[in-house]
Structures are given as structure tokens and as C-alpha cells.
């Protein structure tokens, strides 16, 4: 067997889900309905009606599921914790039954040799502090380090990795802006105050987390740092770019890693807001150290001067940028495939952030797959898709970034948010009506890449 392209000795290769998206039980064991609980139900707001209710029922078949995770050799896996399920009304104690799930988990991943690995948030929000009005609340970034300090109290004799946030951009712009996620509000002003905040409570928490685990344990924050490029050389157009690069990346890598906003952020939403939210000390304890950077990549991002019509999750840059589709073949979801962005992004942060490890916290796609009369779900351009983006990570290695893992996106498939169970993402079929588990051929082609430590000509 030979391996074209090796990676360093070490490297983490993993798989990521989320609690929402395949957790089901949703009302089992006293967890409370979340954001997400709630605008599934709201008509028009999620195809086909879906909700998260059952998912892939992964609450009662964890076992199995790491298993599954088992005999494809990953190093870890990149779970989320639910917080209605931990702390039902996002304040008060930790409720025991929901943290005991995590628990297990842990116990049975690392019995597996898995090196478990979580994440405090992944848009599950408790309803009940959306009540009180949600992540443009500065409150709710005060009340998520509390929650950090009780997950971390329950589980860090057995969990040594930690992210914070998973895609606060998502949080704050698809949840607040565009309203395409929970908790589907259009209010653009209350966007930026939610990426504040979501910076803030990643700051606290980060206090919070070292606080309570132990020596050694790793803390980061994970982003979908958007690969954006001008649609031409003009001026104009790289000004679109500028503009969707401070909306998009900046907004969160300038606060937490330099402790400063970008000014020209600050500007260009000037008829929005005026920042007076931001108070002293805010930005010294959203900048503090944290031991690695999450990246999350599906597509490139292409913009040029122009407008755009209707709500969008671009607050400000509405009458100055419109976004233009990639060329180039196309997954499931529509999204362009291009691993070049992702070299970008890569060698754009080994430049910006020397001495800042990296870590690929998701990467994949969705396509239609489906089980073939034998049972078999053949999925050659899932395959194409992740040897493309290995190649591009392997590149940027080479090219003196320090990438320490990937995490494959995702084990399951599962529910994809809006799209609800439509949309395929996982390297095991999931199979919703008796949640019976297929690996696909991409989950047999990823634990060759595993077990080999890279990839084979
Ligand atoms: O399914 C999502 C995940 O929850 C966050 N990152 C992108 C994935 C694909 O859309």
C-alpha cells in the first residue's frame, strides 16, 4: 500500500456531529425545548416540516454508534452538548440525568481509544432565554459561562477538549438577520449585538473552562471563516470582499484573537448601530487565549459590488455587495465545490496567527445517496469531494500551517437544519424510518485514509 500524501505523525482524524441534528429524545430525561424546538414547528420554516424530535435517535443508540466510529479507526470525535438537556432553563444547576448521557458518552468513546472532544454550543439555544431575548441580550453571554462552568464541572475528568462556540456567525447572522435559522428573527441592529456577545460569552467561557477543568485540558472556539473572493480585480469589487471578509471573519477573529474590533466593520454599519454595546473590558476578555482555532470550510464565497434584495445575513452590506455563484460542479445543497478555499483560509491564518494551532472541526458534503438494491450506498462524489479538500489541507501543511486534525462532517446523516432530513451529509446512511445504519463506500474510503495516515495515489 502507498501513500502519496502522508500527514504529520499525530494528526487527529475525526468525525463531528451535533446534538440537534441526531440526538432526537427531545423531551426525555428533562431536557426543555430549545430554539430550535420551536421554529422547527413553525410552518414554512423547515422542509417537509421537520423536526429534530427523533433525528437519528442517537440518544438510544450512542453504543452503537461508536461502534461504528470504532471500526473506522478515528482518533476523535466532535460531539455537542445539548444545553436544554444540561441546564433546561439556561440558568441554575446542572440537571444530573443530562449530563450522565455525556458521561457515557465519554466513557464509551474512550473505551473505544476515541479521544472524546466537545462543544458547548451548536444553536441550541434554551427557549427560554431567547424569551428573554436571546443572544442580542448581553445577559445570555454571562448566562452561557455559567453553563460552561457546570458542563465542565460534570465532565472534565473525561473530556480534555473543549470548543466554546460552533459557527457563531450562524448563530448571529442566519439566526438574527436573514432569520433562516432559530430563532428567525429579521433584525439586523440585534445581529451585530449577537455576534458581540456570542464573542463575549466565548471570552467568559473560556474563563470559565480553565477555571473548573483541569491542567493540560484544550480550549478554542470553532468559526466558518468564509473563503471570499471579489468577482473581479476592480476596485469596487474588492470592496465587496473587504466588506463581507469584516462581516464574515473578522467580526470574530479580530475581537478574540486581537482584542479589537475592525474599524472598518465599525464603519460600514454605521447606519446600523453605533457599538456602544461593546463596554470597556469587553475586548480584553473576548482576546483570551485559547489553545487552537476551529475552522470550518464547505464552499468558497464570491461577491461583487451590487445589491442585494431582501433579508440577508450580510447587516450593512445589503446595498453594496451581491453574491455571485462559484463555478464549478456542485454538491447537494447547491454549494460550489472548490477546495482551494480552504488552502486560503489555511495559509491566510498561518500568516495572521503565527503560533495559533489549526484544526479542520468540520468538512464535507451532502449528496443524494441512497441504499442500491444490495443494500450498498455508493457515493463516488462524496469521495471526490473529501480527497480534494485532504489534498488542499496536505498542501497547506506543507506549506508551513499548523494543522493539527480534521474532523470529517459528519458520521450521520442527519438533520440539516432548515433542510431537515433532505440533505445528506453523513459517511453512514441513516435509514429514518427503522434508523438502521449503512457506512457508506466514503466511510470505508476514510478509514483507509486513517489507517494509513494519509492518502494513497
Ligand atoms: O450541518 C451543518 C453543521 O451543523 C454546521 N456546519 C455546517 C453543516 C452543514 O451545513
Known amino acids: 500500500m502507498t501513500t502519496a500524501l502522508r500527514f504529520p505523525d499525530g494528526f487527529r482524524w475525526g468525525t463531528a456531529t451535533a446534538a440537534y441534528q441526531i440526538e432526537g429524545a427531545a423531551s426525555e430525561d428533562g431536557r426543555t425545548p430549545s430554539i430550535w424546538d420551536t421554529f422547527s414547528r413553525l410552518p414554512g420554516k ?3 416540516g421537520d423536526t429534530g424530535d427523533v433525528a437519528a435517535d442517537h440518544y438510544h443508540r450512542m453504543s452503537e454508534d461508536v461502534a461504528l466510529m470504532k471500526d473506522l479507526g478515528v482518533t476523535d470525535y466532535r460531539f455537542s452538548v445539548a444545553w436544554p438537556r444540561v441546564q433546561p432553563t439556561g440558568r441554575g444547576p446542572a440537571l444530573q440525568k443530562g449530563l450522565d448521557f455525556y458521561r457515557r458518552l465519554a466513557d464509551e468513546l474512550r473505551n473505544a481509544g476515541i479521544r472524546p472532544v466537545a462543544t458547548l454550543y451548536h444553536w441550541d439555544l434554551p427557549q427560554e432565554l431567547e424569551d428573554q431575548g436571546g443572544w442580542p ?6 448566562r452561557f459561562a455559567q453553563y460552561a462552568a457546570l458542563v465542565a464541572d460534570g465532565l472534565g475528568d473525561r473530556v480534555a477538549t473543549w470548543t466554546t462556540l460552533n ?4 448563530t ?4 438574527y438577520a436573514s432569520g433562516v435559522h432559530a430563532p428567525g428573527r429579521t433584525e439586523p441592529a440585534a445581529a451585530l449585538r449577537a455576534a458581540h456577545h456570542l464573542n463575549l460569552a466565548h471570552g467568559l467561557a473560556v474563563d470559565a473552562l480553565r477555571a473548573a477543568l483541569p491542567r493540560g485540558s484544550e480550549v478554542s472556539l470553532t468559526l466558518n471563516l468564509h473563503a471570499v473572493r471579489a468577482l473581479t480585480e476592480s476596485a469596487a469589487d474588492r470592496d465587496a470582499a473587504r466588506r463581507v471578509d469584516a462581516l464574515g471573519n473578522r467580526i470574530f477573529l479580530d475581537p ?3 482584542g479589537r474590533l475592525p474599524e472598518d466593520l465599525v464603519a460600514d454599519t454605521a447606519g446600523l448601530t453605533d457599538w456602544s454595546f461593546v463596554r470597556d473590558g469587553d475586548l480584553a476578555a473576548t482576546s483570551r487565549p485559547v489553545d487552537s482555532l476551529g475552522i470550518n470550510y464547505y464552499s468558497p464565497t464570491v461577491v461583487a459590488a451590487g445589491r442585494h434584495e431582501g433579508p440577508s445575513p450580510w447587516p450593512g452590506a445589503e446595498p453594496h455587495v451581491r453574491f455571485e455563484p462559484a463555478p464549478g460542479p ?3 445543497m447547491d454549494w460550489p465545490v472548490d477546495a482551494n478555499g480552504l488552502h486560503e483560509l489555511l495559509t491566510r491564518l498561518r500568516d495572521e496567527l503565527p503560533g495559533v494551532p489549526l484544526v479542520i472541526t468540520e468538512n464535507g458534503a451532502a449528496y443524494d445517496d441512497y441504499a442500491d438494491p444490495e443494500g450498498d450506498v455508493h457515493d463516488p462524489e462524496r469521495v471526490a469531494y473529501l480527497r480534494q479538500h485532504l489534498t488542499a489541507v496536505h498542501r497547506a501543511v506543507a506549506e508551513g500551517a499548523d494543522v493539527r486534525g480534521y474532523f470529517l462532517w459528519s458520521l450521520l446523516d442527519n438533520f440539516e437544519w432548515a433542510y431537515g432530513y433532505g440533505k445528506r451529509f453523513g459517511i453512514v446512511h441513516v435509514d429514518f424510518a427503522s434508523q438502521r445504519r449503512t457506512p457508506k463506500d466514503s466511510a470505508r474510503w476514510y478509514a483507509g485514509v486513517i489507517a494509513r495516515n494519509g492518502l494513497a495515489d
Open 172 to 175: 448571529a447572522f442566519l439566526g
Open 330 to 332: 456542485r454538491t447537494a
Open 137 to 142: 441580550r448581553r445577559e445570555t453571554a454571562e
Open 256 to 258: 478574540v484573537f486581537h
Open 46 to 48: 423547515v422542509r417537509n
Open 167 to 170: 459557527e457563531p456567525w450562524c
